[in-house]
Structures are given as structure tokens and as C-alpha cells.
């Protein structure tokens, strides 16, 4: 296993009593052997120096061990609480919280064996640990486009400081279908940091534009009538599956994520309680299967 060549502990970006609960959780879990990855602040300070405060840890953990994960915490005398079931649970000492996350919100990312392997060590509140992979991070991240909260900066500077470490074919393939996400991170990266454009290989960009050309030129024959825009904001296109008739992009096999998961997470967009959830999100009718850009990387998963 290799060592980040930057691991900061962050004692300074959190209060004495949060970093004990971080902590001690850290240590139980070694202690158990379950997996777990550090991600977040944490894991985005190792890579790209970047310290900030953080109002929670980040810990990535397969869904099959949460209920492992959770009587452990209980027995520590801390409250769980499975908050989205497709995504995310927490765990409470009073105010203080950890998220454990098992998929990504959009239900495209979920965390399996693939995430666990040749993985950075550091050490987080003195704790060793193992960070979250910078391809998966980047995959993570790629896809939060909400009106308030943007991570596009977070994926920039992911590939200005890592740019020649990246697994490039380990990236392509883990955006899969969803090539088009990254070409833009990509292309806005190019404009952020004009000088150094030449850090991303030159066949990458080679490669997702020959598949641009391809696509643009051979247009899919039957195109369902898919709104992907709710695989990077949950709010900002409810007009188009609401309204316009536009099929969820997340209740398409790009997704794990369920009807009810849908509704769940839709209702806990501030501002929205009470409010009918999506009354049009359903599974495509029969007649209508997910064109190839949008089947899921669960397949691959």
C-alpha cells in the first residue's frame, strides 16, 4: 500500500471534542477490520494540500456492512440513523456527525470491492487509514452541479495537483456511459489552467472527442424521452419530469436509485416540504429502453 504525499491529520480544522468522536469511530472500525475509506475534506486535503473545515467526516463504506458499521457505533453509545437508504447513512454524538456513505446521491457510484483497491494510506486524526481513491473521488464529485453546491472546482484542482498520477483508463471506465461528464471537466479544466493543459494526456482528449464525433454523426435511431439532468442536480430539472414530460434520468438503468428514493430525495430538497414529488417519475415504459449512453455503471459494479 502507498503513503499520500500529503497527509494531513486536520487537528486544526476541527474542535478537540469532534476530532475525538472522529476519532474514536476511526479506531473502532479499524479495530472491527471493516473496509472503509476516508474521503471528503480529509482525503481532498491529502491530494491537493487544500485544507478547509469540515462539518462532518466522510467515510465510504460497502452497503452490505452498514448494519455491521451500525451496531458498532450504537455500542458506542452514538444514535444512527439510515437517513437516504440508497445513499447515505449517519452516525450522531449529540450535534457532531459522520456520514457513511455507500453510493453516490444520484445512485451512479455505488461503493464496492473495486473501490478498495491499491489505496493510499494516511493518517487522519492520528488514526491510519486508508483515503478514497483519486479516480473514484473524482467520479464522486464530477456529478454535484447543484445551484447550491458546485464541485467542479474540487474536481479541477483534484487534476491540477494529481494530474500525472491519475489512472487515466481506470477514469474513462469508471464514467463509462457518462463520458460526457468528464470531457466537461475536462474541457473547463483546460480553460482554469490554460498553461497547463498539456497535463492531461493527450490521447484522453483524443479519445471522448472521437467519441463525440461518433455520437454527433450516428445519433441514436430511437431516443427516449430522458431528462440526464437529475443525475447532476436532484432540483434544478424537477421542471423537465415534472412538467415537460422528461423521463428521470435516475429511474433509468444509469441508476440504482428506485421511485421511492426519488421521492425521498426530492422531498428533502430545502424549501420543498409538502410539496408532491415528481407525479410523473416512473421506470420507462417498456417500450422505451435507456439508450447506451445512459446504462448504468451498476452493470460494471
Same mark, same amino acid.
Given at each position: 500500500?502507498? @503513503? ?38 480529509? @482525503? ?23 448494519? !455491521?458499521?451500525?451496531?458498532? &457505533? ?70 454535484? &452541479? ?50 497547463? !493543459? ?12 472521437? !467519441? ?90
Amino acid at each position: 500500500m502507498a @503513503s499520500a504525499p500529503l497527509a494531513p491529520s486536520l487537528e486544526d480544522e476541527v474542535a478537540p471534542a469532534t476530532a475525538a468522536f472522529y476519532r474514536r469511530a476511526l479506531q473502532v472500525l479499524a479495530d472491527a477490520g471493516i473496509p472503509f475509506l476516508v474521503g471528503g475534506a480529509f @482525503s481532498h486535503a491529502c491530494f491537493t494540500g487544500i485544507r478547509r473545515s469540515t462539518k462532518d467526516l466522510d467515510l465510504f463504506i460497502c452497503r452490505a456492512d452498514y448494519e !455491521r458499521v451500525a451496531a458498532l &457505533m450504537q455500542a458506542e453509545g452514538w444514535r444512527n440513523d439510515l437517513t437516504y437508504p440508497h445513499w447515505l447513512a449517519k452516525v450522531y454524538a449529540g450535534d457532531e456527525f459522520i456520514d457513511l456513505i455507500f453510493n453516490s446521491g444520484n445512485g451512479v457510484a455505488p461503493v464496492d470491492q473495486r473501490w478498495f483497491h491499491d489505496n493510499l494510506e494516511a493518517e487522519v486524526l492520528g488514526v491510519p487509514v486508508r483515503v478514497a481513491n483519486l479516480e473514484d473521488s473524482l467520479l464522486s464529485k464530477a456529478f454535484i &452541479m447543484e445551484r447550491e453546491r458546485y464541485d467542479g472546482a474540487d474536481v479541477a484542482h483534484l487534476i491540477q495537483a494529481n494530474a500525472e498520477h491519475i489512472d487515466w483508463r481506470g477514469l474513462l471506465d469508471r464514467f463509462g456511459p457518462h463520458w460526457r461528464v468528464l470531457l466537461a471537466h475536462l474541457t473547463l479544466f483546460g480553460f482554469i489552467y490554460p498553461g497547463e !493543459r498539456h497535463h492531461v494526456p493527450t490521447w484522453v482528449l483524443d479519445h471522448l472527442m472521437a !467519441r463525440l464525433d461518433d455520437e454527433n454523426r450516428h445519433p441514436p435511431a430511437d431516443d427516449p424521452h430522458v431528462c440526464a439532468g437529475t443525475l447532476l442536480s436532484r432540483e434544478q430539472y424537477l421542471h423537465d419530469v415534472e412538467r415537460l414530460g422528461y423521463v428521470d434520468g435516475r429511474l433509468t438503468p444509469a441508476s440504482t436509485m428506485t421511485p421511492q428514493d426519488v421521492a425521498t430525495w426530492t422531498e428533502a430538497i430545502p424549501g420543498r416540504e409538502g410539496k408532491p414529488a415528481c407525479p410523473d417519475a416512473c421506470p420507462l415504459p417498456p417500450a422505451a429502453a435507456a439508450p447506451d449512453v445512459l446504462v448504468a455503471s451498476a452493470a460494471r459494479n
